[in-house]
């Protein structure tokens, strides 16, 4: 069912109870939190599109997350809770000794890095898709897990960014 928005050009479509999507977007597959992951597009149950990409060069994961502006998950809450998620990704590399482009980017699309072989994909996409239902425990354990291995990261206040 076509629906009005006045954001970015529609049409925008209703999916399963979720917020409205843009019609590019209305057969992603639903990404359960349980289910495997794999590099690919999802729908997330908070009406994100998730977006993980194949291990590049120098061996890192990108997970894009965009709520196309939803003011639910743009509340300064999940916001600091999604930067210490990638802060937690960040710590791992900064104990390997990798440089790369910015581990996080907040806002409306947010973009994390994940060295492969750190923290499990699973695991941070778990807890990427918690913070966005509102659970911040899976993102402070991935930070805690982090700290015990790599010794404090930046903190919230921080500029959050790779070399």
Same mark, same amino acid.
């Given at each position: 069912m076509a629906i009005e928005h006045n954001g970015i050009?529609?049409?925008?479509f209703e999916y399963d109870g979720l917020p409205?999507?843009?019609?590019v977007d209305q057969d992603l597959p639903l990404i359960h939190p349980y289910a495997p992951v794999a590099p690919g597009r999802?729908?997330?149950?908070?009406?994100g599109r998730l977006t993980i990409r194949?291990?590049?060069?120098p061996a890192h994961i990108r997970i894009t997350l965009?709520?196309?502006?939803?003011?639910?998950?743009?509340?300064? @809450?999940?916001? $600091?809770?999604?930067?210490? !998620? &990638?802060?937690?990704?960040?710590?791992h590399c900064v104990h390997a000794g990798c440089r790369h482009r910015a581990a996080y980017a907040d806002g409306m699309l947010?973009?994390? @890095?994940?060295? $492969?072989?750190?923290?499990? !994909? &699973?695991?941070f996409v778990r807890a990427a898709l918690a913070v966005e239902l509102g659970d911040f425990t899976p993102t402070d354990r991935l930070l805690q897990e982090t700290e015990a291995l790599a010794g404090p990261v930046r903190q919230e206040g921080d500029q959050a960014s790779g070399g």
């Open positions: 050009a529609g049409p925008y409205a999507l843009h019609a999802y729908v997330t149950p908070g009406g194949p291990p590049g060069e965009d709520h196309l502006g939803c003011p639910a998950q743009l509340t300064d @809450e999940k916001n $600091t809770a999604y930067k210490r !998620l &990638a802060l937690a990704a960040e710590g947010r973009i994390f @890095e994940v060295r $492969t072989g750190s923290i499990a !994909l &699973a695991a």
